[in-house]
């Protein structure tokens, strides 16, 4: 590359990172405030609420990155043309096209760093993530169990828990089953142990007894017990781990959208094809916003008061390109075989900043949006 698209790339970069940065930190605080809510709410402590949010960036940062390539474009053109650095280029002779080449090179790097993204870290992080969330569904100690309060883990059940020990022990058990039309039934127990089962944990309570009230005659039986087991298999509802996420599968498998895969997921043929290439077109869009952004400040010339109608021209094509990017994988989801719709987004973007480009070489045209 020549000094000036280093000087352009190297300004193009440094202002992408503070717009990545901001965008990305914008995204995760709105999504930590409901994480923080579902986990801590649930009895998960703060080291597993930050694994979670550290698991969730790279979705994030996937999200942002187009937008932040154009942010940055439009910006340093914006400056550029302002301290008419620019201006002074192509008086040098630079053309249209020749300027956007360290524009072009830029936009071919975030689409690097985003095809990484979409197909080796996203995918990695949302099966991490789904592993976790599932142990955490199961996970009743966490859920359920929480010392000194009187909770429902399910309609009809009322648990009490005195303490919680360090190794587990849960002391001074009181369980309430009302479920039944026939009778009502109370079981506390000195002291009690949660192990594992093959459908869903077992309670082990030790030192307690029994009361079942006959709700027809009003009689109540008592049983002493020493040691007895209850299996909490629909006195607490525990999640299994459900059909596997589309967006947890490697790319490869999603593009062969094989019946096996399909079964899996719960998703039909077209909703895979639909992912997979949406992971190749996607970081199309890392090139065409910024090549967008570049070609409409373009059409502009020099001005004291900057390139603001040329802005909000960028500004409405990339919000147009965004539009068919998202009508593209609605029509490739309804339709087996329509993936290529998945593309028309991007390449539309792209033909139209070469077009642009061309256009701001026409003098005439050029002085209309001066």
């Known amino acids: ?39 801590i709410g649930d009895g998960q402590s703060a080291l597993v609420f930050l694994e979670f949010s550290v698991l969730t960036l790279p979705n994030a940062i996937r999200l942002v990155l187009p937008i932040a390539a154009f942010a940055a474009t439009v910006y340093v053109v914006n400056r550029l043309m302002q301290e008419s650095e620019l201006v002074v280029m192509q008086a040098t002779g630079f053309s249209a096209f020749r300027l956007a080449r360290p524009v072009l090179f830029f936009g071919l790097a975030v689409m690097v760093m985003h095809l990484v993204l979409t197909n080796v870290l996203v995918p990695a992080s949302q099966r991490i993530l789904s592993q976790r969330s599932t142990e955490i569904s199961q996970n009743i100690t966490a859920r359920f169990l929480t010392a000194g309060q009187f909770m429902h883990p399910s309609k009809g059940i009322t648990l009490y ?21 026939a009778d009502r039934a109370v079981h506390t127990a000195r002291k009690a142990f949660l192990v594992r089962g093959e459908v869903a944990p077992k309670l082990v309570m030790v030192d307690g007894s029994t009361q079942r009230l006959s709700r027809k005659d009003g009689r109540m039986a008592v049983t002493r017990f020493s040691d007895f087991t209850l299996d909490l298999a629909g006195l607490i509802a525990v999640d299994d781990a459900g059909p596997v996420a589309l967006n947890a599968l490697p790319t490869p498998v999603l593009l062969e959208a094989s019946e096996t895969a399909a079964a899996a997921t719960g998703s039909g043929v077209a909703e895979m094809q639909e992912e997979g290439h949406s992971r190749l077109a996607g970081p199309l869009l890392s090139v065409a916003a910024p090549l967008l952004g570049f070609a409409a400040l373009m059409l502009g010339s020099f001005s004291r008061f900057g390139l603001w109608r040329q802005m909000a021209v960028a500004v409405g094509l990339l919000i147009g390109m965004q539009l068919l990017w998202t009508w593209g994988g609605a029509v490739a989801m309804a339709t087996v075989g329509a993936w290529p719709a998945v593309y028309v987004g991007p390449l539309s973007g792209i033909v139209l900043a070469a077009g642009l480009l061309w256009w701001a070489q026409r003098p005439r045209r050029r002085r209309v949006f001066a």
């Open 1 to 39: 590359m020549s000094r000036f698209d280093r000087y352009l790339m190297s300004q193009l970069l440094s202002l992408f990172g503070f717009f990545a940065l901001v965008l990305v930190a914008v995204y995760w605080v709105n999504r930590a405030v409901g994480l923080f809510d579902q986990l």
């Open 161 to 181: 828990i005195r303490e919680v020990s360090p190794t587990g022990e849960l002391m001074d058990l009181f369980l309430a089953d009302e479920r039944s039309a």
